[in-house]
């Protein structure tokens, strides 16, 4: 098969773009007297990855001129706790936007968090609000993973116009939003969408026929070179932690596609790290931004 050359889709320096149009707008923004917005994040239990996340959350915050808060909570915080303290920032008009870091421990029913959350400070949109009003094409805060690969589209004047595009994988959080995003009218959007997932019998002919692939399964190395027709545009979500013991953290971040085999098809590919993990950082960011001009102007 002839190979092509391919382009990296990086995140890292599109986010770092991104980031210093964030931190121009918010010093006008503070030095015409307005507050500096302020995301708090909520983190129970002491997962690595949620570690690792919250922490670039945090310092994302720093740089861009936003205050944070980090509030943490044992594993064996109980859901009324919990509740008590969304209820809380819900109420502070201090808070412009909060996230509660999921997954949250089994004993706690995450579908009730997430209801709770005010949906005007949900910047992860996560509410049933947000999303029903981001699936009808309304204004509203979008959830950061898929957000930020649109924006990473848009920004490589990816062409999505009757594109089809193969979104492998149905989570509430990327999988099903992502979906949406693609099939919206406008640019990046008008694609032609297939969802695949666990249950999907013929996904390998399905991907042939994609122009553009998003991987989101959560399963290392997914997509191998015999899926990828040439010339594919392919946007990898996968970050799952696979034992290595030649790394000093004892683990390498792998995505869901084998992007040695992958990339040399390909026409645009996402890196891990430094793809599409920056965007969903920036996504956020975007939607504190957004949260507290809502509340304050
Ligand atoms: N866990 C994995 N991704 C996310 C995210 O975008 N937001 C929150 N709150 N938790 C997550």
Redesign the pocket.
Known sequence: MKEQTYKLLDGKATSAQIKQEIAAEVAARVAAGKKAPHLVAILVGHDGG?ET?VAAKIKTCAEVGFRSSLIRFEDDVTEERLLSEIERLNNDPEVHGF?????LPKHINEQRIIEAVNPSKDV?G?HPINVGRMSIGLPCFV???PQGIIELLRRYNIETRGKHCVVLGRSN?VGKPMAQLLLHKGTPGDCTVTVCHSRTPNIKELCLQADIIVAALGVPEFLKADMVRPGAVIVDVGTTRVPDASRKSGFKLTGDVAFDEVAPLTSYITPVPGGVGPM?IIS?MLNTLAAAKQAED
């Open positions: 949620s996340y996230i509660v870091q999921l997954p992860d996560f959830s950061a993973t959080i969903t956020l």
